[in-house]
């Protein structure tokens, strides 16, 4: 059975490292900030300008003018940091975020990520994406294995305009988790209930599988 979004993100969430500075994308990122796993201490980063971010608010804890690069609101734990979007960018630039969890439109097998627009559709922008792929020092993107007629998003090559390039480490699908290295998707798990045919069938890229490969733990 496919993941929800909430599942994704606690699966991304596991990845978390102690003391390491984190920056969650719009989308299935951000929903991460609500699963550090216990034990841990994280800080998460927004561009606009927040170092350490909480999980999303409460009815009572709703401040709006405590937003994160997405617009949506916010917390602020423990020891948080505001400052500009432009120091933001610096720690950005600077290589001082560890691990930056991003959506994706398209990845394919070169560690190429295609996330901020669509031909022919409105476009807002690139935002931060081009600088977090370029400082960050590990990247995983988040998203669904295939698009809503079924065909793949893990391709040979990105059809779409280059968000970065040979920058992608890990990708968290609903389906299954993988590592891209050799030019290639190595299937490291699989979502609880998905066969790796199905993973098999819809990934169009370069697929490498070892031995068993184990389900998805919660």
């Not at 009572?60 to 916010?74: R, S």
Request: aromatic content about 6%; hydrophobic content about 45%.
């Amino acid at each position: 059975m496919a993941l929800s979004r909430e599942q994704i993100a606690m699966r991304v969430a596991q990845e978390f490292k102690d003391g390491s500075y984190i920056n969650l994308g719009i989308g299935i990122p951000t929903l991460a900030a609500n699963y550090v796993p216990e034990g841990i201490t994280v800080m998460l980063q927004s561009e606009n300008g927040l170092l350490g971010m909480g999980p999303y608010p409460t009815e009572e804890q709703v401040d709006a003018d405590m937003i994160n690069a997405g617009k949506e609101t916010v917390t602020a734990s423990t020891g948080a940091s505001i400052f500009s979007s432009a120091e933001s960018f610096a720690m950005i630039r600077g290589g001082h975020v560890d691990i930056t969890v991003l959506g994706a439109f398209e990845v394919d097998q070169q560690g190429n990520i295609a996330s901020w627009m669509i031909p022919g559709k409105l476009v807002k922008g690139m935002g931060g994406a081009m600088d977090l792929v370029a400082g960050a020092k590990n990247i995983i993107v988040t998203m669904t294995h295939a698009d809503k007629h079924g065909q793949s998003k893990l391709l040979e090559q990105c059809t779409l305009p280059l968000t970065g390039v040979n920058c992608i480490n890990r990708i968290i699908t609903d389906l299954a988790m993988l590592e891209i290295r050799d030019n290639a998707f190595y299937l490291l798990e699989r979502a609880p209930g998905v066969s790796v045919d199905e993973i098999r069938q819809k990934t169009a890229g370069k697929l490498i599988i070892e031995g068993d490969i184990p389900e998805m733990q919660f």
